[in-house]
């Protein structure tokens, strides 16, 4: 009976430890929504600056098309006779010229709005990349401390075959069939005052007796765990290491 409370005991650490195994990695999600904000934040720093490069190219494009109609209304001067379309044309290159000009105006905004765009990529790619690192760091903490769990967890379990091999089979079937009933926590619990420790229920005046008078489990009739007085096993114990003297 000994053997099967330290079976008990041993089963009990390695559901402790597996429980472990599934909450351990479950830490790293605060770190994977700190990672998604980190990546976001510098794809938009990112985007701002690919956002006035392509500004950058297209006022530059402007005022290059804008140029180049000017030159060929220029041309066209010479082949006008009549003063009304010749002064029309004047008037829409210099409506031309006042576009570039205001197109060149924001090129030399959009210069000065780079530059700062680009301090700020470079101090966000910075920061961004030691936050990262710190992150990786702790999510290899916790990769190192399931690796322990684990490691843990399979030397407990290494240790059940042994036990296994001297618990009579029929109580050791009983055992196994409560614990699967059960899913988590102990099948074996020990009597308290009149009740089972286990499911706080008042067991039989019969039963508490039988419990109380023998070194022997004692099914408890609501939960269907197993029920022992502590004392008794103590006692047994004890007999058992002087006989062995």
């Known amino acids: 009976m000994k053997n099967l409370l330290k079976l008990q005991e041993l089963d009990l650490k390695v559901e402790k430890l597996r429980s472990r195994e599934t909450e351990i990695p479950k830490q790293k999600n605060k770190f994977d929504i700190h990672k998604k904000r980190l990546n976001d934040e510098l794809q938009s720093s990112e985007q701002r600056l690919k956002k006035l490069q392509l500004e950058q190219r297209d006022c530059e494009g402007e005022i290059a098309a804008k140029q180049d109609e000017i030159k060929r209304k220029d041309g066209q001067l010479l ?21 570039i000009s205001a197109r060149e105006e924001r090129v030399i905004a959009i210069l000065m709005e780079l530059d700062d765009a680009k301090s700020v990529l470079e101090e966000d790619r910075k920061r961004i990349s030691a ?25 407990f379990e290494a240790q059940r075959a042994p036990l296994i091999a001297v618990i009579d089979p029929g109580i050791l079937s009983k055992y196994e069939r409560i614990r699967k009933s059960k899913k988590t926590g102990p099948a074996i619990v020990p009597l308290q005052g009149e009740s089972c420790s286990g499911c706080f229920m008042t067991i039989t005046a019969q039963n508490v007796n039988e419990i109380l008078a023998g070194d022997k489990f004692i099914p408890c009739h609501h939960c269907g765990r197993l029920v022992y007085h502590p004392p008794k096993f103590q006692e047994a114990a004890a007999e058992a290491l002087e006989g062995g003297r």
């Open 79 to 99: 082949a006008v006779k009549k003063n009304e379309e010749y002064q029309a044309l004047l008037h829409e290159m210099e409506m031309l010229k006042k576009q």
């Open 131 to 155: 936050e990262l690192a710190e992150i990786d760091a702790e999510c290899a903490r916790i990769d190192e401390e399931l690796a322990v769990a684990i490691a843990e967890r399979k030397a």
